[in-house]
Protein backbone atom coordinates (compact mmCIF):
# COMPACT_ATOMS: atom_id res chain seq x y z
CA UNK A 1 0.00 0.00 0.00
CA UNK A 2 3.11 2.48 0.79
CA UNK A 3 4.41 1.42 -2.80
CA UNK A 4 1.22 2.71 -4.01
CA UNK A 5 0.83 6.06 -2.47
CA UNK A 6 4.32 7.13 -3.35
CA UNK A 7 3.66 6.02 -6.97
CA UNK A 8 0.89 8.79 -6.88
CA UNK A 9 2.84 11.16 -4.84
CA UNK A 10 5.21 11.14 -7.70
CA UNK A 11 2.81 11.10 -10.34
CA UNK A 12 1.19 13.95 -8.76
CA UNK A 13 4.54 15.70 -8.65
CA UNK A 14 5.50 15.29 -11.97
CA UNK A 15 1.99 16.30 -13.25
CA UNK A 16 2.16 19.81 -11.03
CA UNK A 17 5.60 20.84 -12.50
CA UNK A 18 4.25 20.01 -16.43
CA UNK A 19 3.18 23.45 -18.04
CA UNK A 20 -1.03 23.44 -18.13
CA UNK A 21 -0.98 23.51 -21.39
CA UNK A 22 1.46 20.51 -22.44
CA UNK A 23 1.41 18.35 -25.44
CA UNK A 24 3.19 14.76 -25.23
CA UNK A 25 4.13 12.49 -28.51
CA UNK A 26 6.04 9.44 -28.55
CA UNK A 27 9.57 10.19 -29.35
CA UNK A 28 10.97 8.78 -32.98
CA UNK A 29 14.49 8.21 -34.03
CA UNK A 30 16.06 9.69 -37.39
CA UNK A 31 15.55 6.46 -38.36
CA UNK A 32 12.11 6.36 -37.51
CA UNK A 33 10.97 9.30 -39.38
CA UNK A 34 12.66 8.57 -42.45
CA UNK A 35 11.51 4.90 -42.85
CA UNK A 36 8.03 6.55 -42.35
CA UNK A 37 8.66 9.24 -44.44
CA UNK A 38 8.26 8.98 -48.26
CA UNK A 39 10.94 11.39 -48.85
CA UNK A 40 13.04 13.94 -46.70
CA UNK A 41 13.11 17.53 -48.50
CA UNK A 42 15.01 20.71 -47.97
CA UNK A 43 12.86 23.59 -49.15
CA UNK A 44 11.46 27.31 -48.97
CA UNK A 45 8.08 28.37 -48.14
CA UNK A 46 6.30 30.19 -50.54
CA UNK A 47 2.77 30.63 -49.38
CA UNK A 48 0.91 29.68 -45.61
CA UNK A 49 -3.07 29.97 -45.50
CA UNK A 50 -5.25 29.24 -42.82
CA UNK A 51 -8.62 28.16 -42.81
CA UNK A 52 -11.37 26.82 -41.29
CA UNK A 53 -12.29 22.58 -42.08
CA UNK A 54 -15.23 22.08 -43.81
CA UNK A 55 -17.39 21.31 -40.98
CA UNK A 56 -16.29 24.87 -39.54
CA UNK A 57 -15.41 23.40 -36.38
CA UNK A 58 -11.36 23.44 -36.89
CA UNK A 59 -8.52 26.06 -38.21
CA UNK A 60 -5.74 24.05 -40.21
CA UNK A 61 -3.20 25.51 -42.43
CA UNK A 62 -1.95 24.61 -46.06
CA UNK A 63 1.55 25.32 -46.77
CA UNK A 64 3.28 25.52 -50.45
CA UNK A 65 6.93 24.63 -50.29
CA UNK A 66 9.37 24.62 -52.72
CA UNK A 67 11.77 21.49 -52.99
CA UNK A 68 15.21 22.69 -53.73
CA UNK A 69 16.62 19.40 -52.76
CA UNK A 70 15.64 15.96 -52.49
CA UNK A 71 17.52 14.42 -49.35
CA UNK A 72 15.74 11.01 -49.10
CA UNK A 73 13.37 10.09 -51.76
CA UNK A 74 12.04 11.90 -54.32
CA UNK A 75 9.29 14.87 -54.06
CA UNK A 76 7.73 17.41 -56.95
CA UNK A 77 9.67 20.31 -57.07
CA UNK A 78 6.65 22.31 -54.78
CA UNK A 79 4.95 20.25 -52.26
CA UNK A 80 1.39 21.29 -50.28
CA UNK A 81 1.34 20.16 -46.81
CA UNK A 82 -1.36 20.82 -44.34
CA UNK A 83 -1.46 21.05 -40.64
CA UNK A 84 -3.52 21.69 -37.36
CA UNK A 85 -3.81 25.87 -36.17
CA UNK A 86 -3.30 28.66 -37.56
CA UNK A 87 -5.07 32.24 -37.36
CA UNK A 88 -8.39 33.24 -39.03
CA UNK A 89 -10.16 36.83 -38.32
CA UNK A 90 -9.84 36.96 -34.60
CA UNK A 91 -9.82 33.56 -34.08
CA UNK A 92 -6.47 31.81 -33.53
CA UNK A 93 -5.94 27.75 -32.90
CA UNK A 94 -2.90 27.10 -31.33
CA UNK A 95 -2.05 23.28 -31.90
CA UNK A 96 1.65 22.41 -29.44
CA UNK A 97 3.34 19.96 -31.17
CA UNK A 98 1.78 20.52 -35.17
CA UNK A 99 4.41 22.54 -36.95
CA UNK A 100 4.08 26.12 -37.81
CA UNK A 101 5.11 27.94 -41.24
CA UNK A 102 6.38 31.28 -42.17
CA UNK A 103 6.57 32.58 -45.67
CA UNK A 104 10.07 32.84 -46.67
CA UNK A 105 11.05 30.22 -44.13
CA UNK A 106 13.98 27.50 -45.30
CA UNK A 107 12.91 24.35 -43.78
CA UNK A 108 14.32 21.00 -43.76
CA UNK A 109 10.98 18.45 -43.61
CA UNK A 110 10.29 14.52 -43.49
CA UNK A 111 7.41 14.34 -45.57
CA UNK A 112 4.20 11.72 -44.55
CA UNK A 113 2.62 9.84 -47.39
CA UNK A 114 -1.15 11.12 -48.15
CA UNK A 115 -4.37 9.70 -49.80
CA UNK A 116 -4.71 10.33 -52.95
CA UNK A 117 -6.47 14.15 -53.53
CA UNK A 118 -4.96 15.33 -49.45
CA UNK A 119 -2.69 17.48 -48.93
CA UNK A 120 1.15 15.64 -47.42
CA UNK A 121 1.68 16.18 -44.03
CA UNK A 122 4.94 16.38 -41.97
CA UNK A 123 6.25 13.19 -40.02
CA UNK A 124 6.62 13.59 -36.52
CA UNK A 125 4.68 16.61 -36.29
CA UNK A 126 7.21 19.07 -34.96
CA UNK A 127 9.79 16.25 -34.66
CA UNK A 128 10.10 16.25 -38.70
CA UNK A 129 10.14 19.83 -38.98
CA UNK A 130 13.39 21.39 -38.70
CA UNK A 131 14.05 25.12 -39.66
CA UNK A 132 17.28 25.95 -41.92
CA UNK A 133 19.51 29.09 -40.29
CA UNK A 134 22.92 30.07 -41.40
CA UNK A 135 25.01 30.72 -38.43
CA UNK A 136 27.86 33.36 -37.97
CA UNK A 137 30.27 31.56 -39.87
CA UNK A 138 27.90 31.03 -43.30
CA UNK A 139 27.75 27.58 -41.87
CA UNK A 140 24.06 26.31 -42.74
CA UNK A 141 22.23 24.55 -39.19
CA UNK A 142 18.79 22.47 -39.25
CA UNK A 143 17.06 24.05 -35.78
CA UNK A 144 14.13 21.34 -34.42
CA UNK A 145 11.20 23.19 -34.39
CA UNK A 146 9.47 21.58 -31.17
CA UNK A 147 7.95 23.95 -28.96
CA UNK A 148 8.21 24.46 -25.06
CA UNK A 149 5.12 22.85 -24.53
CA UNK A 150 5.95 19.51 -25.51
CA UNK A 151 7.36 16.50 -23.85
CA UNK A 152 8.97 13.46 -25.75
CA UNK A 153 8.30 10.06 -24.46
CA UNK A 154 9.99 6.74 -24.77
CA UNK A 155 7.53 3.81 -25.68
CA UNK A 156 8.13 2.66 -22.59
CA UNK A 157 6.92 6.26 -20.81
CA UNK A 158 10.25 7.63 -19.94
CA UNK A 159 10.79 11.46 -21.08
CA UNK A 160 13.42 11.61 -24.29
CA UNK A 161 15.94 14.13 -25.02
CA UNK A 162 14.96 16.92 -27.05
CA UNK A 163 16.72 17.20 -30.68
CA UNK A 164 19.32 18.94 -30.75
CA UNK A 165 20.36 22.19 -33.64
CA UNK A 166 22.99 20.46 -35.91
CA UNK A 167 24.63 21.17 -39.25
CA UNK A 168 22.70 20.84 -41.89
CA UNK A 169 25.27 18.82 -44.35
CA UNK A 170 25.94 16.39 -41.85
CA UNK A 171 22.39 15.99 -41.00
CA UNK A 172 21.55 15.81 -44.56
CA UNK A 173 24.49 13.02 -45.03
CA UNK A 174 23.26 11.10 -41.95
CA UNK A 175 19.62 10.94 -43.32
CA UNK A 176 21.06 10.21 -46.65
CA UNK A 177 22.90 6.88 -45.20
CA UNK A 178 20.00 5.78 -42.89
CA UNK A 179 17.63 6.20 -46.82
CA UNK A 180 20.22 4.26 -48.28
CA UNK A 181 20.20 1.59 -45.63
CA UNK A 182 16.49 0.90 -45.41
CA UNK A 183 16.45 0.96 -49.36
CA UNK A 184 19.24 -2.32 -48.93
CA UNK A 185 16.99 -3.92 -46.22
CA UNK A 186 13.35 -3.30 -48.43
CA UNK A 187 14.98 -4.53 -51.62
CA UNK A 188 16.45 -8.06 -49.71
CA UNK A 189 12.85 -8.70 -49.13
Known amino acids: MQR ?79 TFGGTVGDYTVQAHGFPTFREGERSLLFLGAAKEGEALRVTGYQLGHYRIVTNSQGVDIAVPTLDENVRLLSADGRAVEMPRARPLAAFEASLQEKGRKLQQTEDLR
Open 4 to 82: KIATLSVLALVLSVLPAGASTFLAMSDDQLVAESTAVVQGTVVSVDSFWNASHTVIVTEVVVEVEKNVVGQAPSFVTLR
